[in-house]
């Protein structure tokens, strides 16, 4: 199953301060038409240090990371679907090959090149620039020792998600992707790109390898991955084609539509709908600062459902 994962309503954001930098990296899900041998080479020279891979077998999620371009090439072209593949440009952290893409989503988080999980992993899209702020605020209000070795906001994000369930990527409006023997769950952040069949987190590594070319030399062209067309092209360079596929809306056939079976909102929290822990939090704070909702009450919601009685975005 692949669940789409859209955002929470902006007012919901506004308590944190983030500021989202999307730039770098690709993440592709791959489910039925494996990426092309340009299209990897294109991801790769925007994002050279390092690729990653996961893919589930006998019951399990497996995954490489720190792979060159030649092995990213290999496991991509043989690897069974579905799978997720992560090209890298080392931001947060520097480049190194353990802290490219996946992580596995557990308390300790390893930095391990090649593994196995029976839970999930994570890809993200994107630079989250408060991660240590966060993680040290966790660590505290958890009572757990932040684990050793190197660090990365993907990492950090890994490690929270452990904490305090996937949908903490949701509720930061974060993009990315979590793997799991039965779930795929795309988390939407500021959109997706289909390209070639193959759902990417940006385009950016194609488009921009292409404009220039067209600057330079006055044939224009459809800036949409390698499309040769040159007839009625829009005022951003998309032929009648592919204009369709790039203002496409985030709800498609292929991702699917919101849901969560695990967890369920009791009926002193609003209703019956699936959502997450996170949520149930979270609309807790928003009845108690209506005034619909006591300091103590909301206090025994944060124990209940998260375990501490810390006020994750600010204290009341």
Request: with cysteine; hydrophobic share 40%.
């Amino acid at each position: 199953m692949i669940v789409l994962v859209t955002t929470f309503a902006d007012s919901y954001i506004s308590a944190f301060t983030l500021i989202p930098f999307l730039v770098g990296c690709v993440i592709m899900l791959v489910k039925k038409d494996r990426p092309s041998h340009d299209m990897l080479d294109e991801a790769w020279a925007r994002n050279p240090d390092g690729g990653g891979i996961a893919w589930r077998e006998k019951g399990v999620v497996r995954w490489k990371k720190g792979l060159p371009l030649d092995d990213m090439h290999r496991l991509c072209e043989t690897t069974p679907l579905p799978y997720v593949a992560h090209f890298r440009v080392g931001s947060s952290g520097g480049v190194r090959p353990s802290l490219c893409h996946p992580f596995p989503i557990s308390e300790t988080v390893p930095l391990d090149l090649e593994g196995s999980t029976e839970g999930s992993v994570l890809f993200h899209n994107g630079d989250f620039r408060e991660w240590r702020a966060y993680g040290l605020r966790a660590a505290e209000a958890f009572k757990v020792q932040i684990p050793a070795d190197k660090w990365s906001d993907t990492r950090a994000i890994a490690w929270l998600c452990s904490m305090y369930g996937i949908q903490f990527m949701e509720w930061m409006d974060f993009k990315g992707i979590t793997f799991s023997p039965q779930d795929i769950e795309v988390f939407w952040g500021t959109g997706w790109k289909k390209i070639n069949e193959v759902w990417c987190s940006n385009d950016y590594f194609i488009t921009e390898k292409y404009t220039p070319l067209i600057q330079q030399t006055g044939h224009y062209i459809c800036v949409f991955g390698r499309c040769m067309n040159k007839i009625n092209l829009d005022a951003n360079g998309y032929c009648p084609e592919h204009t369709k596929i790039h203002t496409a809306p985030p709800s498609t056939p292929l991702l699917g539509t919101v849901s969560n079976p695990h967890v369920t909102i009791p009926a002193d929290t609003g209703g019956d709908q699936p959502a997450d822990p996170f949520q149930v939090v979270m609309l807790a704070e928003q009845k108690h600062q209506a005034g619909l909702l006591s300091k103590n009450q909301l206090k025994k919601i944060r124990k209940h459902y998260l375990g501490t009685t810390v006020n994750l975005v600010g204290s009341h």
